[in-house]
């Protein structure tokens, strides 16, 4: 079965830093973009950042940019999301999210939370 | 920063058309994808590059393109397609990946 599963999120303070991590499974990994895509509550899909089959190359949204860190290890079948200097606006549920040959999304992780509170 | 813009809501009647609009100004030139959400899940997508179909995903499903604006149909509604609808492209040099702010299918 094809999967994706996320995990580390918590409670963090604001200014605090935090890592996140996505399971990949059923499928070959490496030769696959993975993205992060997060939702804030009640609010719509937020595109946060990609990195490439082999991890040569990242891209990230101008909210999350100079503060987030795409990596992948693919001997592990993961991916991570290293997050500093959090703000509030960043509390939201994370997913992991694999792209397919077609450039869609096409598995969805079931998401983490990460709670950006005082 | 490029933006892509959806209604925030259609309502119709169940065996009833919706139609859910995504404009932006890269759609000429970037595919469109659309993804159904429902309460408490992940998204699911429904329709890519446009115009194609995911197996799995039912027939009443489609999508069209027109200059800077695409459309979801939704022919036959049923109960189950409510949920958030959410259009996903990329801007002009497509470097970043972009989604419109959702649109919320209420079935009367």
């Known amino acids: 079965e094809v999967q994706l599963v996320e995990s580390g999120g918590v409670v963090v303070q604001p200014g605090g830093s935090l890592r996140l991590s996505c399971a990949a499974s059923?499928?070959?990994?490496?030769?696959?973009?993975m993205h992060w895509v997060r939702q804030a509550p009640g609010k719509g899909l937020e595109w946060v950042s990609l990195?490439?089959?082999?991890?040569?190359?990242?891209s990230y949204a101008d909210s999350v940019k100079g503060r987030f860190t795409i990596s992948r290890d693919n001997r592990k079948n993961s991916l991570y999301l290293q997050m500093n200097s959090l703000r509030i606006e960043d509390t939201a549920l994370y997913y992991c999210?694999?792209?397919?040959?077609?450039?869609?999304?096409?598995?969805w992780g079931q998401g983490t939370m990460v709670t950006v509170s005082s | 920063s490029y933006e892509l813009t959806q209604p925030p809501s259609v309502s119709v009647s169940p065996g009833q058309t919706a139609r859910i609009t995504c404009s932006g100004d890269?759609?000429?030139?970037?595919?469109a994808y659309w993804y159904q959400q429902k309460s408490g899940q992940a998204p699911v997508l429904v329709i890519y590059?446009?115009?194609e179909r995911p197996s799995g995903i039912p027939e009443r499903f489609s999508g069209s393109t027109s200059g800077t604006t695409v459309t979801l149909t939704i022919s036959g509604v049923q109960a189950e397609d409510e949920g958030d609808y959410y259009c996903?492209?990329?801007?002009?040099?497509?470097?970043?990946?972009?989604f419109g702010g959702g649109t919320k299918l209420t079935v009367l």
């Open positions: 590059k446009g115009t």
């Open positions: 999210a694999k792209i397919a040959t077609s450039s869609a999304f096409d598995i």
């Open positions: 996903q492209s990329a801007d002009n040099s497509g470097t970043y990946v972009v």
């Open positions: 890269a759609l000429p030139k970037q595919y």
């Open positions: 059923g499928f070959t990994y490496d030769d696959y973009t």
């Open positions: 990195i490439s089959w082999d991890g040569g190359s990242t």
